[in-house]
């Protein structure tokens, strides 16, 4: 099904949250640290103030007290505390944009630097083990002596690779548009959850959740740095309070790479132990990776790890540095993503050792049941997708050796990893009704972020009702509708169709008890999936696939080009082809980036990222992208939810650096372990 804004969004009709059409909107405008760490002594704010048309300026020089200073991210103004450079230390509003950026250059804040330490290493003396790592996962497993199966192994890897810190760029930058009427405030505003982002803002004004609305029927990417409320919607509703007039505010693109969070850098050392047999006997996963000062964010990069081979021994750990850095956040995949690119390319370098196909040596370690807790998969089926995939790619017959295929100037080369991610689902709610025009409406405050999240709850919706999808309308993205969890962790559709099938399925009950006949005022039911939820049985769930890839590497630059991407996912029933596809391709697309090009690169000096913007931080564009697929399998879990759905989201995402990596070694002989797979790296 054609997503159903498709129109709206390519005629420009699509309101996006800088966009709505508000009377006397001014502009708000943000004025960053400068300084990595210190105190803000003084904020001089009298020539911006000057200015004709600033109607206001903020700072911690008699900024309105927040109710909750909690998040130090939201608790913008309420010290003098400098965390990281390009923190928020002043704003300004002013009638126009021009003015507000012009105003913003006139303030002068003077600070009281402090030391400062941004340098991640794999021996930093602050290495600490944090009480567990995101969501809620154990910090450290441990089972039998991974130190004795190495030394007892017929072959083995003990190789560290390390991930380079990156930044989400949607489309789309984070905007803010807040109003309050009557101390009630009204927020649109570009956010991947509005109910949860409703209770977050209401929380830190000290307000009941009731006199905060969200609004965002229109998100333009956001790949988890939307996931929560980010300064620009504190900052929108403090200013447009403080004038007492609406105030919008966009973030730079510059910005997106200081206070909307990005993925930790990592260092993670893999170790692997195999049998003759090709066996694992090890599987040992060591992680260290940053977090604030300010506040602690434990990406949990060992989790795929715990679930993906069997082996008797095993071992995966976390530990934090906390650095003088913004706090690291939400990025596509957290965890699987950065985590399973070192797994998987491990494997492979543990598939030469053994002599055995990679393909094969994942085949003859894939679990029975979850190796780590023991559970029943409610289903797996990866070694499914790397058959499929096989075939479909032409893997058979693949010569090992590496660095041997050129085609002029180019040597060329295949590699293959595997995927995972969880299947998560949280409690929601949601409400379905039928006019007296027979058309159905279900309403639920999910949010689509790009994904096609509204296609597919209309699609789900027409399913359970029976009916025709043209007299179906989804109703989202404002909080005003019934509570529902953030399109994040894959579980948007899962957690949401749910609840729209539940109340489907209690309308059609309605219906059946008035025979069928539509009384004038409609009727309306209501579906809430908390029970259900707490009732589910004891299954690991987690979605597979399998990635491939096919490098160019040019012998005289280095350059490398992906010539073919090919991805096979297991991901329960999958229920909009069109929009699934576009998914999974997504992910791909961006775990290209991962592979060959994105990473912020930290100045140790200067105490910052360096590269912000997209002259400098490079994300893939179509040019980048050749031969890309993505296909699936037939996958009947009943274990999951009445859609028989898991999350695709993030998926597509996971392995892909790795099977470009292990192509990229196929094709030269280099084994590159520190991402991105640069020209120098590969050259040098
Ligand atoms: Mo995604 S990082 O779960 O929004």
């Not at 750990?317 to 003088?324: F, I, K, T």
């Not at 994300?619 to 050749?626: F, G, H, S």
């Amino acid at each position: 099904m054609n997503r159903v804004e498709g129109v709206a969004k390519v005629t420009g009709q699509a309101r996006y949250a800088y966009e709505y059409p508000v009377e006397g909107v001014c502009h708000a405008v943000a004025v960053q640290a400068d300084i990595p760490r210190g105190e803000i002594i003084r904020v001089d704010a009298r020539e911006a103030l000057a200015l004709p048309g600033v109607l206001a300026v903020l700072s911690c020089e008699g900024a309105p007290e927040l109710a909750d200073t909690s998040d130090y991210e939201l608790a913008l103004f309420q010290s003098r505390t400098v965390a990281y450079r390009g923190q928020i230390v002043a704003a300004v509003v002013a009638e126009t944009l021009e003015i507000a950026r012009q105003a913003q250059r006139l303030i002068k804040v003077t600070y009281r630097p402090g030391e400062f330490d941004v340098r991640l290493t794999g021996t930093h003396p602050g290495l600490y083990r944090p009480d567990k790592v995101n969501p809620a996962y154990p910090t450290d497993t441990g089972q039998g002596d991974v130190e004795a199966a190495m030394a007892a192994a017929d072959s083995s890897v003990d190789v560290t690779y390390t991930t380079p810190a990156l930044h989400n760029n949607p489309m789309e930058p984070h905007a803010t548009l807040a109003l309050w009427e009557d101390g009630d405030l009204t927020l649109y505003d570009s956010i991947q959850g509005v109910s949860t982002g409703r209770d977050s803002v209401a929380k830190v004004f000290g307000l009941p959740p009731e006199q905060v609305r969200v609004h965002a029927p229109h998100v333009g990417g956001g790949f988890g740095a939307k996931g929560s409320p980010r300064p620009n919607a504190i900052l929108a509703a403090m200013c447009a309070r403080a004038i007492r007039r609406p105030v919008k505010l966009a973030v730079t693109r510059q910005q997106m790479f200081s206070f909307t969070g990005y993925r930790t850098p990592t260092i993670q050392r893999v170790r692997l132990a195999a049998d003759a047999g090709g066996l694992l006997t090890a599987v040992a996963h060591d992680v260290v990776e940053q977090t604030s000062r300010v506040t602690e964010f434990a990406e949990q990069t060992a989790i795929a790890t715990r679930i993906m081979y069997g082996a008797p021994n095993r071992g995966t750990s976390h530990r934090l540095a906390r650095l003088d850095v913004p706090t690291p956040s939400w990025m596509r995949a957290p965890g699987e993503c950065p985590g399973m690119y070192a797994l998987e390319s491990a494997m492979d370098e543990l598939a030469i050792e053994c002599g055995l196909d990679p393909i094969e040596l994942r085949i003859r370690n894939d679990p029975a049941t979850a190796p780590e807790s023991g559970k029943p998969f409610s289903s797996r089926n990866l070694v499914a997708c790397l058959r499929a995939g096989a075939e479909r790619f032409g893997w058979d017959g693949r010569d090992p050796r590496p660095g041997i295929r050129r085609e002029g100037r180019w040597l060329v080369g295949t590699g293959v990893a595997a995927s995972t991610y969880p299947v998560y689902r949280s409690p929601c709610r949601a409400t379905a009704r039928v006019g007296p025009d027979g058309r159905y409406t279900v309403a639920v405050a999910a949010t689509d972020i790009g994904t096609g999240a509204r296609t597919t709850l209309t699609l789900i919706a027409a399913a359970a009702l029976g009916v025709p999808v043209e007299r179906v309308t989804a109703e989202i993205g404002d909080s005003a509708l019934p509570p529902a969890p953030v399109a994040g962790g894959s579980m948007g559709t899962g957690s949401w169709g749910s609840a729209v099938v539940l109340a489907c399925r209690a309308l059609r009950r309605a219906l059946d008890e008035h025979a069928g006949a539509v009384p004038d005022t409609g009727i309306e039911a209501y579906g809430d999936t908390a029970e259900e939820l707490a009732g589910q049985q004891d299954f690991a769930r987690h979605a597979f696939g399998a990635q491939f890839a096919e490098v160019r590497v040019d012998t005289g630059t280095g350059e490398v080009r992906v010539s073919r991407l090919l991805g096979v996912f297991a991901a329960g029933r999958i229920i909009n082809p069109k929009t699934a596809r576009s998914q999974f391709i997504g992910g791909m697309t961006m775990g290209l980036g991962m592979a060959l090009m994105e990473e912020s690169v930290m100045d140790h000096e200067f105490g910052d990222y360096l590269n912000h913007d997209f002259a400098q931080y490079h994300v893939p564009t179509i040019a980048d992208i050749r031969d890309i697929d993505a296909v699936w399998i037939e996958e009947d879990d009943a274990h999951l939810n009445p859609m028989g759905s898991k999350g695709i989201g993030e998926i597509g995402i996971v392995g892909t650096a790795a099977a470009i990596g292990n192509a990229v070694h196929h094709a030269t002989g280099r084994r590159v372990r520190d991402l991105p797979i640069r020209i120098d790296r590969l050259v040098g």
